[in-house]
């Protein structure tokens, strides 16, 4: 054993001692290169400065355009009626609450409420058994394919995700329902899902095994399909245990709002008129508060107060990477089997401007998928192009073309949200009012200010209903959908 440490240790001089040519390559950071390139850097006064800075303060509040932050408003031309901000917290679930925000707004004006929020976990607890019997039906169907096959490393890297399409939310919400917030109230892991999703995938994955095992046995489907109720029954288990369980039926009342002040001056004319039709004293009057109780089921419920189609939204995108006029559609992104992926018409971004402004136009609220990457103050609640001037900051060129940026992954369709309000100047969005999910201590209360060329740089896709999308467009939706894979950058 002495003799062999001696051994390496010399062979460890020996090695040390040879000139760095030896190791170089074609390509390889040698010496010489790292010594031009320490040479030809030059600590000027700019350089200096910005160092001093950087290394005492945040990158983002020194490179900060502070005309933009200067010329900042809040009036919007048009604004939806809407109150709340809701708050995902730490979860993945923006898609989600986009879509309950988008849908909010109609039971808020339809029933004259201050406040309503739908439950987010009651969908979130369907999706997580509709992902996870996803996950084990392709398991099944891909029974044959090796394991470094690309589908199958990509579902098995993250097997009952938090994020999702607008496609599953309509969904989930045609299946299941929905139910109002204090019907089902948020919990520990709904808010923060890294440990049960932890869970979940460990789980999914022995099952997953599991099916292959039984499929080696066996060769039968049908025993892997009957192997896979029992699997379900532990995963909803899980859920249970970290959400609740979903109420087949709940009870339910609402208060409307109290009347403004223009409203209740009309009702007390009416009411001294009447007095002086009917002298009779009514001492025993008592005004209504609240509805009354009621019992639904999360199907009724949404019927009676929401009643939207929406497999009648649909998906349009600026897909830059792709020729307009297409019908796309990004395989495996379904939640619910059997249900639809995530698809869209490309068009030009003019098409997602005209289509939402139509919808805000007539008070209808419309969700949105962008890059919430670049150029935002969260503290402020500000989306602009150039809000923060990083160039400037390190003497370096930096930009990077829509294109390219899709196609080098330096951006990516990341965060849901909801248009309800725009401003608009000579009949052209200026700026887009939007309504988060990241609670209201961040933003301008929860909403942030979109300037329009935000918008073209970073928005992807627009749902709304077709009645606010040309004939044209919606041909392209009948196209036979080209399908890309799970990883496109699109995704």
């Known amino acids: 054993m002495r003799n062999r440490m001696r051994w390496f240790v010399g062979l460890f001089l020996l090695v040390a001692c040879l000139p760095a ?5 074609d390509g390889a950071l040698t010496p010489a290169l790292v010594e031009k390139i320490r040479g030809g850097f030059q600590m000027d006064a700019h350089a200096r400065a910005m160092r001093n800075a950087l290394t005492a303060t945040g990158i983002k ?93 990509f579902l098995l890297q993250d097997p009952c995700p938090d994020g999702g399409y607008w496609e599953s939310f309509g969904d989930l919400v045609a299946k299941y329902g929905m139910v109002p917030k204090e019907v089902m109230a948020e919990t520990a892991s709904s808010e923060d899902t890294a440990m049960m999703n932890r869970v979940l995938a460990i789980a999914l994955r022995r ?78 009057k ?77 008070n209808k609220a419309v969700c949105f998928d962008a890059d919430v990457s670049p150029d935002q103050d969260r503290a402020r609640g500000i989306m602009a192009r150039d809000l923060y001037d990083y160039e400037s900051v390190y003497g370096i060129k930096l930009g990077l073309s829509k294109v390219d940026r899709l196609l080098f992954r330096d951006s990516t369709v990341n965060h849901g949200m909801t248009f309800i309000g725009v401003d608009l100047r000579d009949g052209k969005p200026v700026k887009w009012l939007v309504e988060n999910s990241w609670g209201s201590d961040r933003g301008h209360s929860g909403l942030w200010t979109m300037y329009d060329d935000w918008f073209a740089d970073n928005v992807y896709k627009v749902m709304v209903h077709r009645d606010y999308v040309p004939a044209e467009v919606l041909k392209i939706l009948e196209q036979p959908a080209i399908k890309l894979p799970v990883w496109d950058p699109m995704w």
Request: hydrophobic share 35%.
């Open 21 to 25: 040519e030896a190791f170089a390559q």
């Open 61 to 153: 509040d020194i490179a900060e355009n502070r005309e933009i932050l200067a010329d900042l408003n809040t009036t919007f031309s048009h604004k939806i009626k809407t109150k709340g901000i809701s708050n995902q917290k730490e979860s993945g679930r923006c898609w989600m609450f986009a879509g309950c925000n988008m849908t909010k707004q109609i039971l808020l004006n339809k029933l004259n409420l201050d406040e309503f929020e739908f439950s987010q976990i009651y969908l979130q607890f369907w999706d997580k058994l509709e992902k996870a019997n996803k996950f084990l039906e392709c398991m099944i169907a891909f029974r044959d394919r090796d394991l470094m096959d690309r589908d199958v490393v």
């Open 207 to 284: 099952q997953a095994t599991d099916l292959r095992d039984i499929y080696r046995q066996t060769s039968s489907v049908a025993k892997m399909r009957e192997a896979k109720e029992k699997m379900l029954a532990e995963i909803y288990r899980v859920l249970v245990l970290n959400l609740g369980e979903p109420p087949a039926e709940f009870t339910w009342r609402y208060k409307p709002k109290e009347k403004d002040k223009e409203d209740k001056e009309a009702d007390e004319e009416k009411g001294e008129a009447d007095s002086a039709k009917d002298k009779k004293s009514d001492d025993y």
């Open 286 to 362: 008592v005004e209504q508060k609240w509805s009354e109780l009621r019992t639904f089921t999360p199907i009724s419920f949404y019927k009676e107060f929401i009643a939207l189609d929406l497999s009648q939204y649909v998906n349009i995108a600026d897909d830059p990477i792709r020729p307009k006029g297409k019908h796309y559609e990004i395989d495996l992104t379904n939640s619910v089997q059997g249900g639809r992926n995530s698809n869209y018409a490309n068009v030009d971004i003019q098409v997602l401007r005209d289509a939402a402004v139509k919808a805000l136009l007539d």
